[in-house]
Nanobody
């Protein structure tokens, strides 16, 4: 069992920055791949970023094309927390942001645990 709690959302002007946090309890997040997703009103939930272990005890990261170069996902295993640094925010980034914990399966990543979400609003 893993519990995830997001924080750090808020209101920011276009071009500004926010740093989202996702604190995990239960199993340590090092056992899981961690992902960030978002959902805007009237739109489907979309993938934003993912971080997982790779060879050499390094992190593998992946990003949606819409956020590449602007968002950075990271994790602090000592704090059992994953972060999403969001820079150069655009109004289109406005959404509820969710973190999730999952595993890499043969067909792809499967996320079994989800946080409650945190609202990010970017004004023009």
């Amino acid at each position: 069992q893993v519990q995830l709690v997001e924080s750090g959302g808020g209101l920011v002007q276009a071009g500004g920055s926010l740093r989202l946090s996702c604190a995990a309890s239960g199993r340590t997040l090092s056992n899981y791949a961690m992902g960030w997703f978002r959902q805007a009103p009237g739109k489907e939930r979309e993938f934003v970023a993912r971080i997982d272990w790779a060879a050499g005890n390094t992190y593998y990261t992946d990003y949606a094309d819409s956020v590449k170069g602007r968002f950075t996902i990271s994790r602090d295993n000592a704090k059992n927390t994953v972060y999403l640094q969001m820079d150069s925010l655009k109004p289109d980034d406005t959404a509820v942001y969710y973190c999730a914990a999952g595993r890499l399966l043969r067909r792809g990543y499967s996320y079994d645990y989800w946080g409650q979400g945190t609202q990010v609003t970017v004004s023009s």
